[in-house]
Structures are given as structure tokens and as C-alpha cells.
């Protein structure tokens, strides 16, 4: 991924100066209405790193915003809601004034706390104003029964009262995350695990921009935007979001996971950290594995498959070559026969229906086996593959293993009556040409696989080693 660049902050260290450079005041859900609206009208993507939601959640989403609501995310598991909050503080100002020392961030020209408002009036032009970046404008917080009011909100600081000031006094409170948030976006993840005592709280910040602490009533211009997510289950099973706050949100969405392989495969080159290379076929794999356990009556849908699933996968897939590379001096490429060694690694990741237990492991290995099958009708649709069967006539086998090389393998090929056919394979499973020993060999392997499945091949498999015959 690249990495993103930070232009420095602007030079401006005073109001007088600030003024001067005819910068004007913006509260915050115009800004990112204007700047939103800026990126569409200008051809650039306000979504980067998002896949499988460009027509049906994020026209919700911009459509939230213009609007200046409140938005909730509603979704299983690992379908991109967090990833997808944290992308709205790109649509933030990259660099916005504060006053120096302000609990609260406010802007230079908009003070509202008494401190600030003294400070102005006794600075004037001369007030020291300091410049916080769009990332610190971003603040997010996972909902655990634990947290309190004081966390969210805030409480009255013993130590300031010691000090003498008086407990109704602005000065004796600490504030909480969602106060010291001013001017920026709250993300609160898994909503419904917030205790409802704690959701209560959130109401007059949410409608009526007030903050109540320890019964002191303090009007308090927040301008801030809370975003939540939440997993539909869990109203039932962990907690719920309490009505009049759901009624707040001005906006509730519903994700969903990729509903095309190609954005499935997407995601998962793009999260997963693999130790080895894993072509792209095997991503393919990864991908229909995944989609067929979202449709398939064993696993409980109500709980989701997350798309960690075939991240890990992915990851897991590579480990097992750079293992096999370690033991043999084979290059670093994952091959089919990887595969097999995140079945063990992925069972845990998925929740299984009542009455399936002790078959877990048949279930997954099942699924895998169809989504093989169907990578390689995909991939070698209308290629006469009679050739490879006839050479494997029951004489003449291939053998392929967690510890054997792409080379030893290669070199165990037999040679076919029809030339070129490896080769039509390895480009047909996105080798080519390009590809070296460990690309071609996982493509031939995949091949191999699909005959198996197919029932045009035999395959024999123990200690290590397996035999296609």
C-alpha cells in the first residue's frame, strides 16, 4: 500500500495572523459536506481502499453526510463497517486551527468555553492559535459494558475542587472522549455492547449538543458527528441500541458483504500480509471457498463469514509455503497443495449450526473441494485436458506434497501428444509467460486437482505426499 503524505502544517501562529489570511470558519458537517461534495465533483475517489459497496451502501453514506446526520452501520461481522468509519476523516480539512491550550479544540474564530472567550478578549489578535492534523480529528471508541460516563462524557475532578474551585464551576470538570472530540468524528464500536445507563448519556449530546455531569447542566456548542456500528445479532444476544438513541441517528445503513468475486478477491489482496507469494488463482480459491459457507445450511448465517476468513486464509496459505521453502529450498510460492493447511486454522472462525458438530472439519474440506472445482471449470473452460488424462495412464503418476519442490514437480510431468498444453494451462491460471517454477507448477497442480474432482484422475494422498494417477 502507499503511503499516504502529510503536507506541514500552515505557519499561522496567532488570530490576528490567522484573520489576515482570510480563513473563515466552517462548522464541522459542512465541511465534510463541501469536501465530499469537492472530491465527487472532481473525479476522485472519497472511498479508497473500499470494495463491494460502491452502489448500494456508499451512495447511503454521502447522502447521510450532505445531510449533516448522525449515521449507524447494521451488519455482520467482518463486512468493512470499521474500515469504513475510519475513512471519513479523510473527507476532514487536512490541517484546522484550534485555540492553544483548549480542552475542547475550539476554533479560533468560534470560542464558546469562558476560558477561551477570556482569552480572546484579553489577547485579541495576539491569541496563540496552534494546528491539528484530520487524523486527531478522528477518535474511536469499542463499546465494552465497562465503560462508564465519566469515560464518554466526563466527571467532576477532585483534585480542581481541592484546588478551591467550586463544584459548580466549568473549570472542576474533566471531560469525557465524545467533549474532547469537538470539532472531529466519534466512532463508537458495537453500539449495542454499550450498557443502556451509557446510552443514555449520549442523548443530549446527540439532539440537543448539552453535556450533563454529575447533575450540572453545561450548553456546550458541541460539534461533533457520532458514527456507530453495531451487528444486527446482537440486539438479541449481547444488548440493543435503546430506541430514542437509535432515533437519533439520522441515518441507519446496511452493509453487506462483496456480492461480486472479484471485489471478495480484492479485499484480500488488500488486507492480507502474506509471508510468501499467493497467485492470484489461489486468492480465487480463497474467495469461492468463502462465498460458498455464506450460502451453505451448516453454518449460521445469523453470525456471518468474515472476510478475515480468507484474509487468513491467504495468510496461512503463504506460511505454508515459506515453511516448505525453509525445509526443501523451494521458491517462495504458495501451491494447491497449501490449501489444505488453513482448513485446521479456519475452523474456528466459523460458527457452525446446531446438530453439525464433530463434522466440522468434513464441512469445510467439502466446500474447499467446490470451490476448487469451480476455479477450474471457470479458468479451463473449453480446453481439451484429454491429452494430460491419457498420460496418466495409470503407469505414468505425478507427485506433488507439502514437501516437494515446483522444480521436482515440474520435472515429473510427462510429456503429452499435444505440445504447448502446460503452457496454455499456466497462462489460463494467470502464470504465463511471466510466471516462474512456483506460479507454473501451482497452476498445473490446480489442473491436476480439478481432473481429481472431477473424477477423470485418481489421487492418492498420505504421508505428505500426494499421487495424481
Known amino acids: 500500500m502507499t503511503q499516504s503524505t502529510t503536507t506541514p502544517d500552515p505557519a499561522l501562529t496567532t488570530l490576528g495572523a490567522l484573520r489576515e489570511s482570510g480563513h473563515t470558519y466552517r462548522p464541522l458537517r459542512e465541511e465534510l459536506r463541501e469536501n465530499l461534495l469537492d472530491r465527487i465533483t472532481g473525479g476522485e475517489d472519497p472511498w479508497p481502499g473500499l470494495h463491494g459497496f460502491r452502489s448500494?451502501?456508499?451512495p447511503q453514506l454521502e447522502r447521510a453526510l450532505i445531510a449533516g446526520h448522525d449515521v449507524v452501520l447494521l451488519g455482520e461481522r467482518g463486512q468493512g463497517k470499521t474500515r469504513l468509519l475510519r475513512t471519513l476523516a479523510g473527507l476532514l480539512d487536512e490541517w484546522t486551527p484550534t485555540i492553544a491550550g483548549s480542552e475542547l479544540h475550539e476554533h479560533p474564530l468560534a470560542p464558546f468555553t469562558q476560558a477561551s472567550l477570556d482569552a480572546v478578549a484579553v489577547q485579541g489578535d495576539a491569541l496563540e492559535i496552534v494546528w491539528r492534523h484530520r487524523s486527531e480529528r478522528y477518535v474511536e471508541k469499542l463499546a465494552t459494558p465497562d465503560t462508564s460516563v465519566a469515560d464518554m462524557i466526563g466527571d467532576v475532578d477532585p483534585m480542581r475542587v481541592a484546588e478551591g474551585r467550586r463544584l459548580g464551576d466549568p473549570e472542576t470538570i474533566h471531560y469525557g472522549l465524545v467533549p474532547r472530540a469537538n470539532r472531529g468524528i466519534v466512532a463508537i464500536?458495537?453500539?449495542?455492547?454499550?450498557?443502556?445507563?451509557?446510552?443514555?448519556?449520549?442523548?443530549?449530546?446527540?439532539e440537543e449538543r448539552d453535556v450533563q455531569i454529575r447533575g450540572y447542566v453545561l450548553r456546550l456548542p458541541l460539534d461533533v458527528l457520532v458514527v456507530a456500528s453495531a451487528n444486527p445479532e446482537d440486539y438479541t444476544n449481547r444488548g440493543r441500541i435503546i430506541t430514542p438513541l437509535k432515533d437519533r441517528f439520522g441515518a441507519e445503513i446496511r452493509t453487506h458483504y462483496p456480492l461480486e468475486l472479484e471485489d471478495e478477491v480484492a479485499v484480500i489482496r488488500q488486507e492480507a500480509q502474506p509471508a510468501a507469494s499467493v497467485p492470484g488463482v489461489l486468492l480465487e480459491v480463497l474467495a469461492r471457498f468463502t462465498r460458498l459457507l455464506r450460502v451453505s445450511s451448516a453454518v449460521n448465517q445469523g453470525s456471518g463469514v468474515s472476510a478475515r476468513f480468507a484474509i487468513s486464509g491467504a495468510e496461512t496459505v503463504a506460511a505454508a509455503?515459506?515453511?516448505?521453502?525453509?525445509l526443501t529450498g523451494d521458491v517462495a510460492v504458495a501451491r494447491p497443495v497449501d490449501l489444505e493447511a488453513a482448513l485446521d486454522v479456519l475452523r474456528g472462525k466459523v460458527e457452525f449450526e446446531t446438530g453439525e458438530e464433530g463434522r466440522e472439519a468434513e464441512i469445510l474440506r467439502h466446500a474447499l473441494r467446490r470451490a476448487t472445482a469451480d476455479t477450474v471449470r471457470e479458468r479451463l473452460a473449453g480446453l481439451e485436458m484429454g491429452p494430460l488424462v491419457d498420460a496418466l495412464d495409470g503407469t505414468r503418476t505425478v507427485t506433488t506434497g507439502e514437501r516437494v519442490t515446483a522444480a521436482a514437480l515440474l520435472a515429473d510431468l510427462p510429456q503429452l501428444s499435444v505440445p504447448g498444453l502446460y503452457d496454455e494451462i499456466a497462462e489460463r491460471m494467470g502464470s504465463g509467460s511471466e510466471g516462474g517454477d512456483g506460479e507454473r507448477a501451482g497452476a498445473i497442480e490446480l489442473a491436476l486437482e480439478g481432473l481429481f474432482l472431477a473424477r477423470q484422475l485418481s489421487k492418492d494422498s498420505g504421508d505428505g505426499e500426494t499421487i495424481y494417477g
Not at 321 to 326: D, I, N, S
Open 56 to 58: 448500494t451502501v456508499l
Open 321 to 326: 509455503a515459506r515453511l516448505r521453502t525453509a
Open 189 to 206: 464500536n458495537e453500539l449495542p455492547d454499550l450498557a443502556e445507563r451509557i446510552q443514555v448519556s449520549l442523548l443530549n449530546v446527540m
